[in-house]
């Protein structure tokens, strides 16, 4: 992911809005505080946390010959939280930032549906089991 080209890669970022179509920084900046962060969907089950967001920006690295090609610029993610036995730690803080999951999505509609497969596998989980990714 990162590579010895990331940082050039970061500087040429383009931005989409929620459709898809490409749009300046500040627009994404924009539009980014109007979509309360970008949140799609959001499900906590058992000590997991299935999160799916509109990022706006395609993390993928670039093929050579990128016309055609659909951004990806939804993301669904599988978080664990945090043991607090103790009870000292802030809600903000349980949640452990490691992905146990990620898959991207082009649409809205396909981010939903992802999340909708990572709410399902994580509740298999809970019944029978993480098994090693």
């Known amino acids: 992911m990162f ?9 040429q970022r383009t931005y989409y809005d929620l459709d898809g179509n490409p749009i300046t920084q500040d627009q994404w900046s924009v539009l980014r505080l109007g979509a ?3 949140h799609v969907a959001h499900d906590q089950i058992g000590f997991y946390h299935v999160s799916t967001v509109w990022t706006g920006i395609d ?4 093929a050579r010959d990128d016309h055609g090609r659909t951004p990806l610029i939804y993301e669904t993610m ?14 903000d803080d ?3 930032c490691t992905e146990e999951y990620a898959e991207l999505h082009a649409t809205r509609e396909d981010a939903l ?3 909708h497969r990572a709410t399902a596998m994580v509740r298999n989980w809970v019944v029978n089991g993480r098994p090693e990714l």
């Not at 993390?59 to 670039?62: D, I, N, R």
């Open 3 to 11: 590579g010895p080209d990331f940082f050039e890669r970061l500087s």
């Open 36 to 38: 309360g962060s970008g």
């Open 59 to 62: 993390t993928t690295a670039p």
């Open 78 to 91: 599988v978080f664990v939280e945090r043991l607090d036995p103790d009870g000292v730690l802030s809600e």
């Open 94 to 96: 349980k949640l452990d």
């Open 113 to 115: 549906a992802g999340h």
